[in-house]
């Protein structure tokens, strides 16, 4: 689904009242909705994007344990971040600690 269509979509149901707030969260939080998984990885570039700053900044974060990096058991590098903890970080909570 295009972001605009997803952006017209929660207008709707934040619009209508028949519609309570738990299943409005629940309807938004869908992947169907947004059109991407909450925990999709994001590379370090993206997330930098996402956080608007530099890729060195991204890597500040993870070192002081803002961001955590995920890590595949055959892997010694970090794959990227989760885009739910990005999210997160950018709604101003914190990582969740998987």
Request: proline share 2%.
């Amino acid at each position: 689904m295009k972001n605009d269509t997803a952006r017209l979509l929660e207008s709707v149901l934040r619009s209508d009242d028949t519609v309570s707030a738990v299943e409005r969260n629940r309807l938004l939080k869908s992947e169907d909705i947004g059109g991407v998984p909450q925990d999709r990885i994001v590379r370090r570039a993206e997330a930098a994007v996402l956080l608007g700053r530099g890729v060195k900044g991204v890597d500040r974060l993870a070192n002081r344990g803002v961001l955590k990096k995920v890590m595949f058991p055959t892997c010694k590098k970090g794959a990227g971040f989760r885009l739910s903890d990005i999210a997160n970080l950018i709604s101003g909570g914190k990582a969740e600690q998987h």
